[in-house]
């Protein structure tokens, strides 16, 4: 639903030439209108000029291309096209352009208030390729390169005009200025080998160029530490907000050169770790020297609500490492970190357990001892939790029964994966059964059931052969629609459930930041 408001703008950008003229007279409060219009119908020259006279101090993205009263479209959280973020960008390449050379030649400087553009609700393209849209690797490499250009051009025209501003004997002429523009870009920016220097430069141009970028989220991948450093050193530490290292490889030492820079980010909120080839089940000493170093800089996290150990091995040191964070965690990832009945035990009766939104556990095996403080856990957050992932925990029947009375009882449940578990097509029926009864659900992605597999699966099933073994298509379809028709009774069809892994669940729905 569009208001008049919007159509009237969709109308004036239809012709680019007729908006270029009209733009200095349009009352600023329209600006918004033009710049989602814009954005929404492809106007990439519109969206360029509109940028480029932008008449409020902020651009920012969420707020603009939000849902609103004039256009309930919630632009904001779709892939956005690279086009308009190419012409985004050259809108802010323009202005500052302009703005340096008239700032150059005395009387003739017009007010820009321009100041920030922030880039940071811009949504991922994740894992899928799409020709039209622009992921956070790309927009990183393409926001880099404008700082450099920026960098480069106010250089030259500073050295070109200072040998204007001279006299004979070299001293400035009456009314030579030096400009203070400045325009910063927040963004959430994605580093990688093949990028690093590109975003090295574009950091280091930043202190003493017109555009700097500064960054909101970082994540890094495949980074040695000293090149992770180098980045952090350059990173504005009030703005960071969140860190993510990935695939580094580099243990438990190698993150120990790394940690001692975390506490400066006063801000940081959230802290990812995962693949980082953590694992303390063969201790050396200078093993256990730098398992410390981990716990004491954890312990000088005070706004850390967010923490992602994925496959880190860390069996009977999860006490150690989280009881000294000082405020309770809403999102805790410890997927396939081979955790120990005392692990679980303390989450269940930690300060955290109370406050969890989103919690995952894949690839524990919750078939034995674990099942036990893991049902406790669920009973502690049952009032806060909104995201389980149990994905590969070896659950089948009899410890889903054990679990569904604590799983009923969380009432904020929203998303919920059980994939890649050996469960029977009875047991999963009266999952779904309790599922129906949980009002914010959304999602249910459950395994392919044990008895709709060809005769011979092996028991009890890997992995390998839940994914690979060859599946009875009549049987599965049978269950299929009994599960649709438990839904229909319970006037539930809003829930989806499948047994694909389900990329497109909102995380921004947790609202951690």
Request: charged share 25%; proline share 5%.
């Amino acid at each position: 639903m569009h208001s008049l408001v919007f159509f009237c703008a969709q109308k004036v950008i239809s012709d680019h030439a007729s908006t270029r003229k009209a733009l200095d007279y349009i009352p600023r409060e329209i600006y918004p209108v033009l710049f989602k219009a814009a954005f929404l119908d492809l106007r990439t020259l519109v969206l360029r000029d509109v940028v480029q006279r932008w008449p409020f101090s902020v651009l920012n993205f969420s707020t603009i291309l939000k849902r609103c009263k004039h256009c309930d479209r919630d632009v904001i959280r779709e892939k956005p096209n690279k086009q308009c973020l190419q012409a985004v960008i050259m809108g802010v390449k323009d202005y500052l352009i302009n703005e340096l050379r008239q700032n150059r030649i005395p009387n003739t400087r017009k007010h820009r208030p321009l100041r920030v553009v922030d880039l940071t609700g811009l949504q991922d393209d994740g894992d899928r390729q799409d020709a039209d849209t622009i992921g956070q690797w790309s927009r990183t490499v393409a926001l880099a390169k404008a700082c450099i250009e920026i960098s480069r051009t106010s250089r030259r025209d500073e050295y070109n005009s200072s040998k204007r501003r001279k006299g004979k004997n070299g001293s400035p002429l009456e009314g030579a200025f030096e400009s203070q523009l400045s325009v910063e870009i927040h963004a959430n920016l994605f580093v990688t080998s093949n990028s690093y220097g590109t975003v090295k430069d574009a950091l280091l141009v930043g202190k003493s160029s017109p555009l700097c970028l500064k960054c909101r989220d970082l994540r890094a991948e495949e980074l040695s530490a000293k090149k992770t450093i180098s980045i952090l050193e350059l990173l504005d530490a009030v703005v960071l907000r969140k860190l993510e290292l990935r695939y580094n490889n580099l243990g438990l030492c190698g993150l120990s050169s790394v940690f001692p820079y975390l506490p400066t980010f006063e801000n940081l909120i959230s802290l990812k770790l995962p693949y980082s080839n953590i694992d303390v089940r063969h201790m050396t000493s200078e093993m256990e020297e730098s398992f410390q170093s981990m716990v004491s800089v954890f312990s000088h996290l005070p706004n850390v609500k967010e923490l992602n150990l994925a496959s880190s091995r860390l069996s009977g040191r999860i006490r150690e490492l989280l009881s000294v964070l000082q405020k309770p965690l809403e999102s805790l990832e410890l997927p396939y970190c081979y955790l120990l009945p005392a692990d679980a035990t303390y989450l269940a009766n930690s300060h955290h357990a109370p406050f969890l939104r989103k919690l995952d556990l894949s690839g524990n095996n919750l078939s034995d001892v674990l099942l036990t403080p893991f049902c406790q856990i669920l009973q502690q957050a049952s009032t806060s939790l909104v995201y389980l992932d149990i994905m590969e925990c070896r659950v089948m029947d009899r410890q889903l029964t054990s679990f569904l009375p604590a799983l009923k009882q969380c009432s904020q449940l929203q998303y919920l994966s059980c994939f890649c578990n050996p469960i029977s097509s009875q047991g999963l029926k009266s999952l779904l059964h309790t599922a129906v009864q949980l009002p914010s659900l959304k999602i249910v992605v459950h395994p392919i059931p044990v008895d709709c597999y060809e005769e011979g699966l092996p028991w009890p099933p890997s992995t390998y052969d839940l994914i690979d073994y060859s599946i009875d298509q009549q049987k599965l379809s049978r269950v299929d629609a009994e599960l649709n028709e438990i839904r229909l009774k319970a006037v539930r069809t809003d829930i989806v459930t499948t047994v694909e892994l389900y990329n497109d669940f909102s995380l921004d729905m947790l609202q951690l930041y």
